[in-house]
């Protein structure tokens, strides 16, 4: 093995030689005298000497104390470097290139934006057969692509990967209760709670609050359009999808077109710091290290969640004491606390407790903004580009409000171009790339020297699989007759999954397909969408979690 180590020059304190295979001797310039007798050819082996000028150094009354504790210090750390990079390659799986103690992470410590990366090891993962191998700094991650293996850990063998890594250790946090961060039998219970809160009926219930709020993404789009058609159309689907989510997660009006950033935004934007070089950057360190993150206060909840809880409880109060429903996702909670009387598990354990129900509202939040508002964006601007299929897709829904008299739950929701175009947009950019489980029970893939071990994390990486040219022909290309009926049988099974697979799959995609759906419908039907001059391509936020376009995303709306 040979370790490449940033080695400082002599004259400033550290030199690093490297002899032999992998041996690296480290001496301060304490212990060297520059005397002129010692060349680097003399030392046989010796890779650097680092003096600044000199040729010749002597090593010189060097504390025999020091020299072994240095030794075993720097062959613990080629130890444990050897045994904690050679984990994929034991295996005969791939890595691509990375540094020792940072692993891969160092696209979000050294690159401009992490899109590079990741773009790289989605990239790789193809070449490399469907099998990629990752450390984030130390721990290793499998990336996969392979339909067939992903079939197997999402769906078949799912009991040996239930989990997913905590994005915080601390019980004190409150995302510590959140759906998405549970594990084991807790994630089991509070999913099959959770699980009817999101069929179909409990959705339609839901319909007219969509409905509503696009209306009015529409009448403020037609009211700029009139002065200015190039609108910031991330920036007002991201108020749409704000305001959908205050009235169906929270039963607050967040009215977030009227007002000039009303608190609730305010406080969202900080559930949202994720999308950022310091957020990410503070959520590996919560995952990784979660006792530095203990240190370094970054694992506590901050000031919005307080805001959150106050709202959630005095509308809980509110309703509680006048019997007031309103269909949305806080109603159908309560009323799950109630008729199933679930406050308790078997083990005593609180569920439906009000801090676990704030927990599952700010999920829904931070799970459903970015996705939902990135999606209206990416399948407009795919719209936009390709004037033909907008066309295809306004006379469907023409169609529909003719036959019905106006937009139905059930009309939106079985439109069939409808749901080929917003497919065709979650295949070209899903908005989770990657998504990530735990081993929970030793594993062999199938067919693989592949041995998972318990908390070994597995990546599956949509964005590879679905424009992976053994299943997709013409990958870059917007295409959504692919997902027409007639040709469901060309789709390889487990190659889209913008929603992941199998019993941990996204709890709400009737939900935030139904979103998407209303808001681009209507839309469509009072304006016609055009690429803005300077806006052709989508240029994607460099920091963020989940795929966002970059603020200022422009797109040309017209009313017809
Ligand atoms: C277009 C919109 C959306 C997309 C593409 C999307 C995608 C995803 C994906 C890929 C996962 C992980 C699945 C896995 O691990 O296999 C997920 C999980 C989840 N999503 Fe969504 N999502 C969307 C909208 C929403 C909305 C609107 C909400 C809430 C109102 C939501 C709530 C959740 C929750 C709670 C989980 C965790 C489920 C669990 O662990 O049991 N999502 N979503």
Redesign the pocket.
């Given at each position: 093995m040979s370790v490449a180590f940033p080695v400082s020059n002599g004259a400033t304190g550290m030199i690093g030689l490297v002899t032999g295979e992998g041996v690296l001797i480290v001496l301060y310039r304490g212990c060297v005298e520059r005397e002129g007798l010692y060349s680097s050819a003399e030392l046989p082996g010796v890779a650097f000497i680092i003096t600044r000028g000199e040729k010749n150094s002597k090593i010189k009354k060097m504390d025999p104390w020091v020299l072994l504790a240095t030794l075993v210090v720097v062959l613990l750390s080629v130890w444990y470097i050897k045994s904690r990079y050679t984990h994929w390659s034991s295996m005969g799986v791939r890595t691509g290139f990375f540094l020792p103690f940072v692993g891969h992470s160092f696209g979000v410590l050294f690159c401009k934006d992490m899109w590079t990366p990741m773009e790289m090891g989605h990239k790789l993962c193809i070449e490399f057969g469907g099998f990629y191998g990752v450390y984030q700094f130390t721990k290793p991650q499998l990336l996969i692509s392979e339909p067939d293996i992903m079939k197997l850990i999402?769906i078949k063998d799912f009991d040996h990967f239930t989990d997913?890594p905590a994005l915080t250790s601390d019980k004190d946090n409150i995302t510590s209760h959140?759906?998405?961060?549970?594990t084991g039998e807790e994630?089991k219970i509070?999913?099959a709670i959770?699980s009817p809160t999101?069929s179909s009926g409990k959705i339609k219930r839901m319909f007219s609050l969509v409905c509503q709020n696009a209306d009015t993404l529409v009448t403020s789009c037609l009211h700029q359009a009139s002065k200015n058609p190039a609108l910031d159309m991330k920036d007002m689907f991201g108020r749409f999808t704000m305001d959908s989510?205050a009235s169906?997660?929270f039963g607050i009006d967040c009215s977030s077109f009227v007002r000039e950033k009303p608190e609730f935004v305010q406080m969202a934007e900080k559930v949202f710091g994720l999308s950022s070089f310091s957020g990410m950057l503070k959520l590996i360190i919560r995952m990784s290290l979660p006792r530095l993150a203990r240190a370094l206060g970054i694992s506590r909840d901050g000031p919005e969640v307080d805001f959150f809880r106050n709202v959630v409880e005095e509308t809980i109060r509110t309703r509680e004491e006048s019997g007031q429903c309103r269909g949305d996702?806080l109603d159908l909670m309560l009323e799950t606390r109630h008729q199933n009387n679930t406050t308790t598990t078997g083990k005593g354990k609180a569920v439906l407790s009000n801090d676990v129900v704030l927990a599952?509202c700010i999920?829904?939040?931070s799970?459903?903004?970015d996705?939902?508002s990135?999606?209206l964006y990416f399948v407009s601007h795919l719209l936009a580009q390709h004037p033909d299929q907008q066309h295809r897709l306004r006379q469907e829904l023409e169609a529909l409000v003719e036959e019905e008299g106006q937009l139905t739950y059930q009309g939106v929701m079985e439109a069939k171009f409808l749901q080929a175009c917003i497919n065709e947009a979650?295949r070209l950019y899903?908005?989770?790339m990657t998504?990530?489980?735990t081993c929970t029970k030793p594993y062999q893939i199938p067919g693989t020297q592949i041995r998972l071990r318990v908390g070994d994390e597995v990546l599956?990486s949509?964005r590879a699989v679905q424009r992976d040219p053994r299943f997709w022909q013409h990958p870059d290309k917007f295409q959504p007759d692919r997902f027409l009926p007639h040709n469901n049988h060309l789709i390889t099974p487990c190659s889209f999954?913008?929603?992941?697979?199998?019993?941990?799959?996204?709890?709400?995609?009737r939900?935030?397909?139904m979103?998407?759906k209303v808001a681009l419908s209507k839309l469509l039907l009072k304006s016609e969408l055009k690429l803005s001059p300077g806006h052709e391509n989508i240029q994607m936020k460099n920091w963020s979690i989940i795929a966002t376009p970059v603020s200022e995303s422009r797109i040309d709306v017209t009313p017809i």
């Open positions: 999402l997913r959140s759906i998405g961060n549970v994630w509070l999913r959770m999101f989510i169906c997660a996702f599952q999920t829904f939040l799970a459903g903004f996705t939902v990135s999606t979650l899903p908005p989770a998504t990530v489980r599956y949509t999954l913008p929603f992941g697979m199998g019993p941990r799959n996204c709890i709400a995609m939900f935030g397909l979103e998407v």
